[in-house]
């Protein structure tokens, strides 16, 4: 939370405090995290200018245990000097999860307007769909909604071509 | 085995992929390609909707296209598809523009018109008219050369990043097509300032039953101008150590020309990759102009470029 020291403490003046935020989940369970942390999110950005004096925003989509991994992901993005391949290979292990989890993410990613995590999430699971049929999908997700065959035969027949 | 079936059980047991917000679904699907949208249309309604969406299609639509192409559609995956089928004649009917179907990405042909024709401008070499079946309002027939080049150039700026392109001849033969048949040609295709990564190779413009084994026929070639009384001439075979040989059977048919969809035929004439963030000029050649003999019935429609088949 507090900035590493720098080299020539006498000389610079002592770094501003950062401004913390209070996230509440759907739960009750809170959560502190940087402002800047918090911008990331488009929704948040926008609470935080409408509500100027309060630092405590409700999160009321989003359970406690979703809300504390989607502020590590966003305290981790607005972290200074890390590279590129460093955080690349930290966003791979973050969604190495469940379906359950995954979709949590993306979820909570879309609600709360986060590009990057939400790119993340649907990345995951595009790459768990690319090249699949219809019947490889089904067994991969549950599908409630799934179309009756003489629906999926329409639908085949107009996009026949990507079958072939 | 056992860790795929534990894996897909829990996903069937795991979060309904339907209840995810149509939007989310499309996000998903706009990071896929272009055939996995259609493929995944059929899975439900949702998904058809999320597929069909302006928001997957978008993405997949370099963006310059909403904006170049003067034709109704009612959804951006009408134009994307229209752009697959129906070429788009840009640059003043010059060159053509289109979609590659599985990957989006851009293919452009060069007109006749577009690619520099030695002696192309000289009305007893080569005549310029217009062809019912082409997409361009003439092509370019050779009456009779010794000396064949086309050369044609164009900006990678113009294609899709991160891309193995081909180019292709685009050509028909008349009833006059004459001097191809044991004569190769030379075809090159490069980065004009790669003189390393340009490859040359020698490819027939004649179909391969024309070009094995020898002619045991005596041959004759036409000799002065077409529509004149044109008498003909013996050809020596045997002066300069008889035609080349056939090429080996062993090196397929990527040295002779494919059939067309559209019913013109087409010769490659190499590859070339186009990289994220470096732009430069690339060159493609078709060269004959050593054998020395003469040359007719060529009708060069222009050269294409495209992906190549097979590789990202």
């Not at chain 2, 590659?100 to 042909?109: F, P």
């Not at chain 2, 087409?266 to 060159?283: A, H, N």
């Amino acid at each position: 939370m507090s900035s590493p020291p720098s080299a020539s403490a006498s000389s610079s003046p002592p770094p501003c405090p950062k401004k913390m935020i209070t996230l509440r989940s759907s739960d009750g369970a809170t959560f502190e995290i940087e402002e800047t942390a918090a911008l990331q999110s488009k929704t948040l950005e926008n609470m935080i200018h409408e509500n100027c004096a309060s630092t405590l925003i409700p999160v009321p989509n989003i359970t406690g245990e979703v809300l504390a991994r989607v502020v590590e992901f966003c305290s981790k993005h607005a972290e200074a000097g890390v590279d590129d391949e460093s955080l690349g290979a930290w966003d791979e292990e973050f969604v190495a999860v469940d379906h359950t989890t995954l979709f949590d993410y993306i979820r909570a990613a879309n609600f709360l307007e986060i590009p990057t995590l939400l790119d993340l999430g649907c990345q995951t699971v595009a790459d768990m769909i690319k090249g699949k049929t219809p019947d490889e999908i089904k067994k991969t997700f549950k599908i409630t909604t799934a179309c009756t065959p003489e629906e999926e035969e329409e639908v085949r027949g107009e996009n026949q071509w990507a079958f072939e | 085995m056992a860790a795929a079936a534990s894996e897909a059980a829990k996903g069937r047991d795991g979060p309904d992929f339907s209840e995810l917000p149509e939007g989310c679904i499309a996000s998903v699907v706009s990071f896929t390609s272009p055939a996995d949208a259609c493929r995944l249309a059929p899975v439900s309604s949702l998904f058809k909707s999320a597929c069909d969406s302006d928001a997957v299609w978008a993405s997949f639509l370099p963006p310059e296209c909403r904006h170049m192409v003067p034709r109704r559609v009612s959804s951006l995956k009408e134009l994307y598809f229209s752009l697959c089928d129906d070429p788009v004649l840009v640059d003043d009917g010059k060159m053509s523009f289109s979609l590659e179907r599985h990957s989006g990405k851009k293919c452009i042909m060069l007109s006749a018109r577009a690619l520099f024709i030695t002696w192309g401008d000289t009305p007893r070499y080569w005549s310029w008219n217009p062809m019912p079946d082409s997409r361009f309002s003439e092509v370019a027939e050779l009456i009779n050369v010794c000396w064949l080049e086309i050369r044609g150039r164009i900006s990678s700026r113009m294609l899709s990043p991160g891309t193995r392109y081909a180019a292709y001849l685009v050509f028909k033969s008349t009833p006059t097509f004459f001097g191809f048949d044991f004569q190769s040609v030379e075809v090159g295709v490069g980065f004009v300032d790669d003189e390393v990564g340009k490859r040359e190779r020698s490819v027939y413009l004649s179909g391969e039953n024309n070009t094995r084994g020898r002619q045991t026929m005596p041959r004759f070639r036409r000799i002065g101008v077409r529509f004149l009384p044109t008498p003909f001439e013996l050809v020596d075979d045997n002066r300069d150590g008889g035609p080349p040989p056939a090429p080996a059977s062993a090196e397929g048919n990527e040295n002779h020309p494919k059939e067309r969809r559209d019913g013109w035929s087409e010769i490659e004439l190499g590859e070339f990759l186009t990289k994220d963030g470096e732009d430069g000029e690339v060159e493609m050649s078709v060269m004959e102009t050593k054998g020395g003999n003469w040359k007719a019935g060529l009708v060069v429609e222009g050269i294409e470029i495209r992906p190549k088949e097979g590789k990202e």
